[in-house]
């Protein structure tokens, strides 16, 4: 686990630019945004995948959801759109181990996605 990008941000080992928190949750920009907002929001518990979600941690996902809404509407998004994705192992191009919800506002997306 010490081993995760996304738990030593959380630590403050690695620098982020954080845009919400909550004793549950971190949101912060994407180092390689595909959007002129793009937002990462992850729990601050290590979970690897969705594959590894729990029934007990349904409420957390809720959590990203609604975090995920805040931040769009508090960035002026609400109305226009956005998308939230998780990807999920290779072939959902996953690529950090950590769950995380990508909030991508600020231009139109395609569908379907590529
Ligand atoms: P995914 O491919 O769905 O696992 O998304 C991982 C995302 O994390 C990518 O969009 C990366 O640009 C982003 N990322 C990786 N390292 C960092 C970091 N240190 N700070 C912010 N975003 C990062």
């Not at 290779?90 to 997306?109: E, M, P």
Request: hydrophobic content about 40%; glycine content about 8%.
């Amino acid at each position: 686990m010490t081993e995760c990008i996304f738990c030593k941000i959380i630590t403050g080992d690695i620098p982020a630019k954080i845009i919400y928190e909550t004793p549950e949750l971190l949101a912060f920009h994407d180092l390689n945004p595909q959007a002129p907002l793009h937002a990462l929001i992850i729990p601050r518990k290590h979970i690897a995948t969705l594959n590894d979600l729990t029934e007990a941690d349904a409420p957390l996902l809720g959590q990203m959801y609604l975090a995920a809404q805040h931040i769009a509407a508090q960035a002026g998004f609400a109305e226009r759109g956005y998308r939230c994705v998780i990807n999920c192992n290779l072939d959902g191009g996953q690529s950090v181990y950590h769950i995380h919800l990508h909030l991508l506002a600020g231009r139109k997306h395609s569908w379907p996605p590529g």
